[in-house]
């Protein structure tokens, strides 16, 4: 005789998507939904720090961007602090700045961008300074569980050469899978990043 299960039977797991515009950027997918859209853009005009913009691909093994990729960032403000109770630094909080945004790529081209402003150094939890840096946190079909990386800046070497958690990274030749590239067009900072999910160049990803 069959016996009654005392436990959950545990649900199967489902990809992002395809639907993941309609649910977590509406607008995007020209749904007018909700009164104040999630947005790529994080800095209001009282923003304290230096302009730039984030612009980046997701790339599939085949090299092909995704152009329904979803990705969220996460960072301090230009004092290095974060926004949230639980961040110790001494930096100052800026109250013009969340350190959050959301953004899908371009349905067209694949790219993805984030108007924010460079964060500073950060002490974490254990009192290491870390290099400036934005947390990123991917979604798309065919992830099933959202994927954690990280951002560094190419004109901040000297930091990112004594990052603890750049540092964890082995062998060392794939730390350059994390580093945006820094530029200049019409007088504004672009950092530019890819995130190659497989091949050779897979960009490291950290399991938090």
């Known amino acids: 005789m069959p016996q009654p299960l005392n436990y959950l039977k545990e649900t199967a797991s489902q990809t992002a998507g395809p639907y993941?515009?309609?649910?977590?950027i509406p607008a995007m997918a020209g749904f007018d939904i909700f009164e104040k859209n999630f947005s790529n853009?994080?800095?209001?005009?009282?923003?304290?720090?230096?302009?730039?913009t984030l612009e980046g691909k997701v790339l599939d093994g085949s090299g092909t961007p995704l152009r329904d990729v979803l990705l969220e960032?996460?960072?301090?403000n230009a004092a290095g602090r974060y926004n949230h109770p639980a961040h110790r630094s001494t930096g100052a909080l800026d109250q013009d700045f969340r350190g959050w945004g959301r953004a899908g790529s371009d349905f067209e081209s694949g790219v993805v961008t984030f108007e924010t402003i460079k964060p500073g150094a950060i002490v974490d939890r254990t009192g290491r300074k870390c290099a400036p840096h934005v947390n990123l946190w991917i979604v798309a079909r065919g992830i099933?569980?959202?994927l954690n990386t990280r951002l560094y800046f190419?004109?901040?070497?000297?930091?990112?050469?004594?990052d603890p958690v750049l540092n964890l990274v082995e062998p060392p030749v794939r730390r350059k899978t994390l580093i945006?590239?820094?530029s200049e067009r019409a007088g504004k900072v672009v950092y530019?990043?890819?995130?190659?999910?497989?091949?050779p160049d897979e960009t490291v990803f950290f399991d938090v």
């Open 180 to 182: 945006a590239t820094r």
């Open 144 to 146: 099933n569980i959202g």
């Open 73 to 76: 960032i996460w960072q301090a």
């Open 192 to 199: 530019s990043f890819t995130v190659n999910l497989q091949g």
């Open 20 to 24: 993941v515009h309609i649910g977590l």
């Open 41 to 52: 853009v994080l800095v209001t005009p009282n923003t304290q720090g230096e302009r730039i």
């Open 154 to 162: 190419s004109d901040e070497e000297a930091a990112n050469a004594a």
